[in-house]
């Protein structure tokens, strides 16, 4: 077997070859988007805080929406879910009126998942939960640091954040391209 034929195990060679121009589509439009990310960090952030503002007010209109019309729920869980809804679509509003601030927002929303993920590493670790156990302490450690220096310096955070998700885009858009099975040997499969 070749190396072209391990590339993408388990798929029939008829979707490989269907699919494959779909594949390099994706790809292309992944280093497009990586590139643009690196070159105009500051306008990706703006968009992605704009993208993610609508995200929520929709998310927010069909909870309150679920609230009015799921009959099968109770009371108090449909009142909930309309209050929640409610609130997901104030968090979305105030990212539409203010990107960059929203952005701070989700910094402090990440570091603060950090830490709390680094006391629950810490914890299991402790209580022989985990094994290795240092190893558990030591994520805790520094899921907590990283969450500190989230709240800390949350613009460069937010940056770091983006400038590396660029970086990963691209690379696994050109490994996907690199590993992606030529016509000739996606035909003799």
């Known amino acids: 077997m070749t190396y072209e034929q391990n590339a993408l195990p388990g798929l029939p060679s008829s979707f490989i070859s269907v699919h494959r121009g779909e594949l390099v589509a994706v790809a292309v439009v992944g280093i497009v988007?990586?590139?643009i990310a690196l070159v105009w960090p500051n306008a990706t952030?703006?968009?992605?805080?704009?993208?993610?503002?609508?995200y929520l007010v929709v998310s927010g209109i069909f909870r309150i929406t679920v609230a009015f019309l799921a009959h099968d729920s109770t009371t108090g869980m449909r009142w909930l879910t309309g209050?929640?809804?409610?609130?997901?679509?104030?968090?979305?509003?105030?990212?539409?009126?203010?990107?960059?601030r929203?952005?701070?927002?989700?910094?402090?929303?990440?570091?603060?998942?950090?830490?709390?993920?680094?006391?629950?590493d810490i914890m299991a670790g402790i209580q022989g939960v985990v094994s290795p156990r240092w190893l558990a302490l030591v994520s805790g450690v520094i899921s907590i640091i990283a969450g500190i220096v989230t709240f800390t310096l949350p613009n460069l955070a937010v940056s770091a954040f983006l400038i590396f998700g660029a970086i990963l885009l691209i690379v696994v858009s050109v490994s996907t391209l690199l590993t992606l099975p030529r016509r000739h040997s996606v035909a003799s499969m």
Request: with cysteine; hydrophobic share 70%; aromatic share 10%.
């Open 102 to 120: 929203s952005l701070i927002v989700l910094a402090f929303v990440i570091g603060f998942g950090w830490i709390a993920e680094g006391v629950i």
């Open 45 to 54: 952030l703006v968009t992605i805080a704009i993208v993610f503002g609508i």
């Open 83 to 100: 209050i929640l809804g409610l609130l997901v679509v104030a968090a979305g509003v105030y990212c539409l009126a203010s990107p960059e």
């Open 33 to 35: 988007l990586g590139i």
